[in-house]
């Protein structure tokens, strides 16, 4: 029977990998006390699959492909985050996880060294520690070898299961520091008093920040808010904003008046339509034309579940839910200016897509100079994050948009990640085995203290010396550890954007950092 198994999956390599997938992702599910693999079963049941048949690994192009699918989706998404992390608090959490990654590497290095193990195993612990599959595809290229996918496969485990303990081990000992949430945007409707602006205009430049007047009323008509109108005692305004800055507003220019402009939409109405238009996406607010010289208001911009305010230099997605005021005769012609087709939230362009992960190709190939070293490349692995965050970051150049739903660009690089683990599984599945059988234990205690060095200075260091919200500090360990399963389980604990904006600003940071750690790594020991 085994025999036959063995024979079928060798003969069939495609079924090997698409088997991996099934039974890995399959595997992945199951929880036992709350946690489970995730994506990263996939590894194991390649693993498994490649010891039973040796011969059963794809071409090596389809990791390849896999691994480029999920770098560019990363980078795409995490962009803006990335380049406005480089700044104010994102560079205390950059910092904390530089510290925990490098001090996993020196680890990895010393402790493989004392053992007699490789150093392109020991960096493949390293790797499998940090849950980097970018680093592992780097240190199999700077390695010409199978050989880190040894050393990661054994380390993963402990990548993914580690990090959850000591998140939870530290909610025990040290009192968490919340950061306050923000509060969510509102409306409110206030009555002007004795003593108002003289016009529009004037009012607009007493709001405060994060404050859009929506719409005007006098002598019983609702108006869009034109700067030359004339305002005076008992005008009704709508406003949109945060509650406490909307309070000061009140105070400051009349009574709130609930229900005069909402309730009467005999002349004006809103609508709320999703952006799908291609010549849309990437606008700011404030470049927007409306058709035929239509008078409109884009009142809300609701982007997944966050309830946005209408800046005017905010740039337009795809899948974007937002509200338009004008008058009803015009609201289909909105419509479809627009778009408002719900398909957007999974639509995305291939040409940019394409042309983006062939940039992020060449980059890789490009030869860098290191002083002592000689060069090194960023490889798959590096060329394709560095030009989707770049991308990301701009967002549209010309008539393209490289922007991808969130719904598009999660399936895009988990099915990526998927094949690159599979295929990685499958080749070092008979490896693994002998390698585990000889020095197993040894390279299991080595990948748990090289786990400990990357987590404990990021948690230590930043609760007791700089001083990080511990929901900040969770995503700041999520984002260094790497796996998503280890985000789940922060913002499980701590239910605080802070973790996500912190995972957000520095896991392509630290994901760059990991992959020129293997690659100098191995570069280095191997030119001494």
């Known amino acids: 029977m085994l025999t036959t198994l063995t024979q079928l999956l060798e003969s069939t390599p495609i079924l090997a990998l698409f088997l991996a997938i099934g039974l890995g992702y399959a595997l992945g599910q199951v929880k036992v006390g709350g946690f489970s693999l995730g994506v990263g079963a996939v590894l194991f049941a390649g693993l498994a699959l490649g010891a ?10 389809v990791g390849s492909v896999g691994l480029i699918m999920f770098l560019y989706g990363i980078g795409i998404q995490y962009g803006r985050q990335f380049f406005a992390g480089l700044r104010g608090p994102g560079l205390k959490w950059n910092l904390l996880a530089a510290i925990g990654v490098l001090a996993s590497l020196a680890a990895a290095l010393l402790l493989g060294k004392a053992a007699g ?8 612990l390293f790797a499998g520690s940090v849950t980097s599959t970018p680093a592992l595809q780097a240190a199999i290229d700077a390695a010409h070898s199978r050989e880190p996918a040894i050393g990661y496969s054994v380390a993963y485990p402990f990548g993914v299961i580690g990090p959850i303990l000591l998140l939870f081990a530290f909610s ?5 520091r919340i950061a306050p949430a923000p509060e969510p945007l509102k409306g409110m409707e206030i009555t002007l008093g004795a003593h108002p602006p003289a016009n529009v205009a004037e009012l607009i430049a007493q709001l405060p920040k994060g404050v859009d007047l929506v719409a005007v009323r006098q002598h019983g008509s609702n108006l869009l808010p034109d700067p030359a109108t004339a305002l005076s005692a008992g005008d009704g305004l709508l406003l949109m904003g945060l509650p406490e800055a909307l309070d000061k507003v009140s105070e400051a220019l009349g009574h709130a ?6 309730k009467d939409r005999s002349s004006m109405d809103m609508v709320r339509v999703f952006v799908s238009r291609t010549a849309i996406v990437g606008k700011p607010i404030a470049q927007l034309a409306f058709p035929n010289n239509i008078v409109a208001k884009v009142a809300e911009v609701r982007r997944g579940d966050a309830l946005i305010f209408p800046d005017p230099a905010l740039k337009l997605e795809y899948g974007d839910r937002i509200g338009i005021i004008a008058a009803r005769e015009s609201l289909p012609e909105l419509r479809g200016y627009f778009g408002d087709s719900i398909k957007s939230t999974a639509e995305f362009s291939y040409a940019s897509v394409g042309l983006g992960m062939a940039l992020g190709v060449l980059l890789g190939l490009l030869p860098i100079p290191l002083p002592g070293i000689g060069t090194f490349t960023l490889g798959i692995a590096g ?16 008539p393209l948009s490289w922007y991808m739903p969130l719904a598009a660009n999660l399936t895009l690089r988990n099915f990526g990640l998927m094949l690159f683990l599979a295929s990685i599984g499958l080749a070092a599945g008979a490896p693994f085995v002998d390698t585990v059988s000889a020095t ?20 230590m260091l930043g609760h007791l010396l700089f001083k990080v919200s511990t929901d900040a500090l969770f995503g700041a360990v999520s984002g260094a550890g790497g796996n998503p399963a280890i985000l789940a389980y922060a913002n499980q604990t701590l239910p605080s954007e802070r973790v996500d ?11 760059i950092l990991k992959i020129l750690c293997a690659q100098v790594a191995i570069g280095l020991l191997a030119a001494g």
């Not at 025990?172 to 968490?176: A, D």
Request: charged share 10%; glycine share 12%.
């Open 383 to 398: 060329g394709p994050l560095i030009v989707a965050l770049l991308l990301g970051r701009f967002n549209r150049i010309g």
């Open 52 to 61: 039973i048949a040796p011969k059963a690994a794809p071409p090596g192009l």
């Open 172 to 176: 025990k000992l040290f009192k968490s």
């Open 440 to 459: 197993g234990f040894q390279l299991l205690g080595i990948g748990a203290v090289v786990l400990l060095a990357l987590m404990l200075p990021i948690l």
């Open 257 to 262: 008046d609930p229900g005069r402009l909402t």
């Open 117 to 124: 193990i490789s150093v392109a195993q020991s960096t493949g």
């Open 501 to 511: 904006i912190a995972y957000a600003t520095i896991f392509p940071s630290m994901t």
